[in-house]
């Protein structure tokens, strides 16, 4: 799911309808109500979906459909569809990713390695010979020429210049499937791994840093969860020793929306209220985030309703 950069409550969705066939689904009210866009004519799964940070009305819908890969996109906000020519591409589309700094440049990592176009999609150009398996590709939105890419058991590769190179940053990352990537940019980079933990990479020092959350010993729930947005929502939480506590609220575009807590806190259990309408949070889907000292933290969902 990703958010629209623009308009709020605008947020994008991507899988299959109930015929098997790609679809995507829209909703402009935070989730209140949907709108689903059934795009393929044959059996097929949509990966990746993804919005023109630019012109948001342009949206892209990225799987495979008949064992082939596949790429959609609107300019209109969904009113019509058309498939991009993709020349070149190979394998079934597992990621998808554009060039904040030029929307032109996409990038989609396949089961056949990591490919780049500079045109639009009409053709693509696969950029390594070492990057095999991709599952996830990361641009970073300050620099377009710095990419990383994770990938199904060879960790994380990086280019610096465009794809011209590649270079892997494993340092410390165990396992070596790595499904997601984040970056906070000129801070850190964040790798998801498969069965395994977090990590993040500081892209301060180049050195790898290993944050997993220690789910042992810090545990937070969050109810009624979906909480309407004029009543309370509460983080219940328990602490293993004294930590210097921060709940950080965000929407789906990765936006911090509010942060209800910032205090020392003892060793225990420990309860927290707040009124997501006082929050300025409106009906959507959240990310409650509670972050202790030494950089452990750990995440919930949070559904805002009417």
């Not at 176009?117 to 377009?144: A, I, Q, R, W, Y």
Request: proline fraction near 6%; charge should be negative; aromatic fraction near 10%.
């Amino acid at each position: 799911m990703v958010a629209d950069p623009v308009t709020p409550n605008v947020y994008w969705t991507a899988g299959r309808d109930l015929n098997s066939r790609i679809a995507a689904s829209k909703t402009t009210d935070g989730g209140a109500s949907w709108t689903r866009y059934s795009l393929g004519s044959t059996t097929g799964y949509a990966y990746s979906v993804q919005v023109d940070p630019i012109s948001p009305g342009t949206v892209y819908v990225a799987g495979y459909e008949n064992s082939q890969p596949v790429i959609y996109r609107t300019t209109n906000g969904g009113s019509s569809w058309s498939t991009l020519a993709a020349a070149g591409l190979q394998g079934y589309v597992y990621t998808f990713a554009i060039d904040p700094t030029d929307p032109t440049v996409l990038w989609a990592g396949t089961n056949y390695g990591i490919f780049k176009s500079t045109n639009s999609g009409s053709s693509f150009t696969e950029m390594s010979t070492l990057v095999d398996h991709t599952k996830d590709v990361c641009v970073d939105p300050d620099d377009g020429d710095r990419v990383w890419v994770g990938t199904y058991n060879e960790g994380v590769y990086v280019t610096e210049d465009g794809g011209s190179t590649w270079t892997q940053m494993n340092e410390g990352l165990d396992p070596s499937r790595v499904d997601r990537l984040a970056v906070n940019p000129s801070n850190w980079l964040y790798a998801g791994t498969y069965g395994g933990s977090s990590y993040r990479w500081s892209l301060q020092t180049g050195v790898e840093d290993q944050g997993s959350a220690p789910i042992e010993t810090l545990a937070m729930s969050v109810f009624p969860n979906p909480c309407p947005g004029g009543s309370g929502a509460t983080i219940a939480f328990s602490l293993d020793a004294p930590r210097e506590m921060r709940l950080l609220l965000y929407d789906l575009g990765g936006r911090l929306v509010a942060s209800p807590l910032e205090a020392f806190m003892p060793q225990g259990e420990h309860t927290l209220s707040f009124v997501p309408d006082q929050e300025g949070m409106a009906p959507g889907v959240y990310f409650c985030r509670l972050a202790v000292d030494q950089g452990a933290s750990i995440v919930r969902r949070l559904v805002v309703i009417r």
